[in-house]
């Protein structure tokens, strides 16, 4: 089993749409959340990180830390055709070793 | 540059061949890690370094595989023997704070291609 698990998707909306993109994990000592954003022939962008549980807003995106399901959430609002990308989560854990984990990643798109 | 520079941006080499890649960071950016990403497979996680030491490379995924950081800037990821299943894209990043919510940057990547 994968310590980050993620659907990976395609999945395809109309433009307007709420977008919800999840991840689960297995590890508990993770407190670092990420989103990343890839598009097609680049290197990830992140998008919004969260520390421990709770939610946080960006504009049209909201990320969600659920510690107690091991379960993590990006909402993206009226999605739009350049929101059309791969979307990664990552986790990392706060001593011990400095490196991310990533999901699979869920590949969106939006269509106009 | 402004970014992380990777070189190249695709190589294609014949199986049994040894292959160098190679990251460029971002100018004062003391963390530095290297990830490969498969087709449905995501991010898998290779190596990082923190200035010139590897305090972490239990990604490696065989004794063919190493990487190097030197003067606390470039690195180079080496592949020997190269086989058909170390076909993949190779993704750098580098990161002025090491873990935590430091953000990476990542550069294009290198398509490597083993025939």
């Known amino acids: 089993q994968k310590e980050v698990e993620q659907d990976p998707g395609p999945l395809s909306v109309p433009e307007g749409a709420i977008v919800s993109l999840n991840c689960t994990y297995s590890?508990?000592?993770?407190?670092?959340f990420m989103w990343y954003r890839q598009y097609s022939r680049k290197g990830p962008e992140l998008l919004m990180y969260?520390?421990?549980?709770g939610n946080k807003e960006d504009g049209r995106f909201t990320a969600q830390v659920d510690k107690s399901s091991k379960y993590i959430s990006l909402f993206i609002r009226d999605s739009q055709p350049s929101d059309s990308a791969t979307y990664l989560c990552?986790?990392?854990?706060?001593?011990?070793?400095?490196?991310?984990?990533f999901g699979t990643g869920t590949r969106l798109k939006v269509l106009a | 540059g402004a970014g992380v520079s990777q070189s190249p941006s695709n190589k294609v080499t014949e199986k049994g061949k040894d292959v160098e890649l190679r990251c460029d960071p971002i100018s004062g950016h003391t963390a530095l890690y290297w990830y490969r990403q498969s087709l449905g497979q995501g991010l898998e996680f290779l190596i990082y370094?923190?200035?010139?030491?590897?305090?972490?490379k239990s990604g490696l995924p065989s004794d063919r595989f190493s990487a190097e950081r030197t003067g606390g800037s470039v690195s180079t990821l080496t592949i020997q023997r190269t086989q058909q299943e170390d076909s993949a894209v190779y993704l750098c990043?580098?990161?002025?704070?090491?873990?935590?919510?430091?953000?990476?940057?990542f550069g294009s990547g290198t398509q490597l291609s083993v025939l």
């Open positions: 990043a580098s990161s002025l704070q090491l873990g935590g919510a430091g953000e990476l940057f």
């Open positions: 990552a986790m990392s854990v706060t001593s011990g070793t400095y490196k991310y984990i």
């Open positions: 969260t520390y421990s549980s």
């Open positions: 370094f923190q200035g010139n030491s590897a305090p972490d």
């Open positions: 590890n508990s000592a993770f407190q670092y």
